[in-house]
């Protein structure tokens, strides 16, 4: 089956510090994979996606490269910020139903100034 | 242009009682979803519509649950009798066209259910 596995949270991290948010995926057929953001009072949108192996998805200075070998697209991101507080969702489609998504159970981050 | 609305953004009913969330997609998108986040859990696919048509409703928990889009325009997902296990935090996205990869989905702010 389809299933995604993200770390649990919070996260809290201090401005300008690394993060890793990791994300592992099983996955039937091709799938093509996706970090979604929340930010407090807003619905889901975008980050970045990637859609076959050894691709890297970048946005906003957030990055994810798809390893089809380790199944993971972790994100990462050199330096955050305040306002990167929200919580991220990694998700993937697959070829057999690439209208259904499945997402993890999202990972809230806190960056402290 | 104007994002995905849904309403009402909180929602608190009795348990046996029913329940009806609105969505009003991006204009122009053909392509709606419903999915659902149980208790700060994974977000789960209910179902897609492609204008007024069930495209895929797979994801439907029991027929407690029902979606509508009449006319293609807006949708409204019922649940009757509401259940404690229903609560949680419900989502409506579009998409202009079909599949996620090529055309994103665009989110609303979702509605918050919360069963007593």
């Known amino acids: 089956g389809n299933s995604v596995t993200q770390m649990e949270g919070p996260v809290t991290l201090s401005e300008e510090a690394f993060l890793t948010i990791n994300c592992t995926y099983t996955?039937?057929?091709?799938?093509?994979l996706f970090w979604y953001v929340q930010y407090p009072g807003e619905g889901l949108q975008l980050l970045l996606k990637a859609t076959k192996a050894d691709d890297k998805g970048s946005n906003k200075g957030f990055e994810a490269t798809y390893r089809k070998e380790t199944t993971s697209f972790h994100l990462e991101k050199g330096s955050v910020q305040v306002s990167d507080s929200a919580v991220y969702f990694c998700a993937l489609t697959t070829t057999y139903n690439f209208n259904k998504f499945y997402f993890g159970s999202g990972t809230k981050l806190n960056v402290k100034p | 242009e104007a994002g995905v609305t849904q309403f009402p953004s909180h929602s608190v009913i009795e348990k046996g009682q029913t329940v009806t969330l609105r969505c009003d997609p991006i204009?122009?998108?053909?392509?709606l979803y419903w999915y659902r986040r149980v208790m700060g859990k994974e977000i789960k696919f209910l179902l897609h519509?492609?204008?007024?048509?069930?495209?895929?409703e797979s994801g439907m928990p029991n027929n407690r649950f029902l979606a509508e889009r009449t006319g293609g325009t807006y949708s409204t997902l019922k649940v009757q009798p509401a259940e404690l296990e229903d609560s949680g935090v419900y989502f409506c996205?579009?998409?202009?066209?079909?599949?996620?990869?090529?055309?994103?989905?665009?989110f609303g702010n979702g509605t918050r259910l919360t069963v007593t």
């Open positions: 204009s122009g998108h053909d392509n």
């Open positions: 996205a579009s998409s202009q066209r079909q599949g996620g990869v090529d055309s994103p989905l665009h």
């Open positions: 996955a039937t057929g091709y799938p093509s």
């Open positions: 519509f492609v204008k007024e048509s069930k495209q895929d």
